[in-house]
């Protein structure tokens, strides 16, 4: 059973920091593209940031400069910090990946369960 598994939500104050960890889990044979989505109340699920297999990542408009996507290839594992955190970064976070189950099989796209960041003062 493959699962993606997030930590390191909270509640943190404007201009604070926050790191997301998001690993995956089970038995698998590759991982491909992996990425950040959030969803705030009432609001559509957007792209946070998109990380390939070869390292590149693309960011939201609304977050560059501020988060930074990075993966650990070795730990199957994908992060991402956090930094000057605004009110309007209030959402549940969900990171996702392509992942292989087995050699031949076409890579299938997994959740994570999501975790609660709430920037509030």
């Known amino acids: 059973q493959v699962q993606l598994v997030e930590s390191g939500g909270g509640l943190v104050q404007p201009g604070g920091s926050l790191r997301l960890s998001c690993a995956a889990a089970?038995?698998?044979?590759?991982?491909?593209?992996m990425g950040w989505y959030r969803q705030a109340p009432g609001k559509q699920r957007e792209l946070v940031a998109a990380?390939?297999?070869?390292?590149?990542?693309n960011y939201a408009d609304s977050v560059k400069g501020r988060f930074t996507g990075s993966r650990d290839n070795a730990k199957n594992t994908v992060y991402l910090q956090m930094n000057s955190l605004k009110p309007e970064d209030t959402a549940v976070y969900y990171c996702?990946?392509?992942?292989?189950?087995?050699?031949?099989?076409?890579?299938?796209?997994?959740w994570g369960q999501g975790t609660q960041v709430t920037v509030s003062s």
């Open positions: 996702d990946a392509d992942l292989s189950v087995r050699f031949g099989v076409p890579p299938k796209n997994y």
């Open positions: 990380m390939s297999s070869g390292g590149s990542t």
């Open positions: 089970g038995r698998f044979f590759s991982i491909g593209a």
